[in-house]
């Protein structure tokens, strides 16, 4: 792709001239024994907002409906997919090139790094062209047998891995996760117009953290500011929203690995924009 491309081809200096064609293509092909439907990025402009959560919810709704689901982990120095789902073991070859997924005791496919490294709690002191790569490489190397629908849970920004991901898979669609605070809806609209860029389709917006019901006083405050989901979803003509609220209780199931028992249905309106 030419230097300083901003993928808006139509008013290309560089196409025009003759400098750049426009069509190439930078998809990777999957795993000879890999046959997937639908792709789904969940993303964001912004780190901390629960992407990872967000994913892992999705995933566990999609399965419950019978949907054979997988989880690709492209958050390569943050992955915490694993934990969620409770699976410590090692990823292992399939006798042919390939590796085979990880599988959650609800049999939800995952592969992540931090099921082919030695110590999980070591850091990821990578570049970014080598995050990329390990990207492409869970795609292409791992036979994902056959999958309904794959979500990819993308790092924060929009820099080397969440392009990747856009050029490299067929990415069918996005999922875009914000908070109610003002700077983090700011930047989160950076992620939305990057989906728009590579001419991916965003079919869902998920306000996490949106609020807290006191389990003493039983009321619901809104800690980080007042919802403006609806608002941001407008602006963008993206039909299908959810709120999630601050939950002790999910939290909890998450680290102890018991994601799947967490009540996901909060979250089904956007599954349902998905399939």
Known sequence: MSEGCNHDCANCAKKADGGCSGSADFRVPANAKSKIGKVIAV???????GKSLVTELLAVAASRRGLKTAVLDADITGPSIPTAFGVAERAVADGEGGILPCRSQGGIGIMSLNLLVDDPSSPVVWRGPVIASAVKQF????????????FVDMPPGTGDVPLTVFQSLPVTGAVVVTSPQDLVQLIVEKAVRMADMMKVPVFG???NMSSFKCPSCGQTHEIFGKSKAADLASAHGIKAVASLP???SVAQAVDAGLVERVDVSLIEPILDALI
């Open 205 to 207: 917006l998920v306000e």
């Open 246 to 248: 601050i939950d002790p």
């Open 139 to 150: 795609w292409s190397e791992v036979s994902w047998g056959d999958v309904d629908i794959m």
């Open 43 to 49: 993303m964001s402009g912004k780190g901390g907002v």
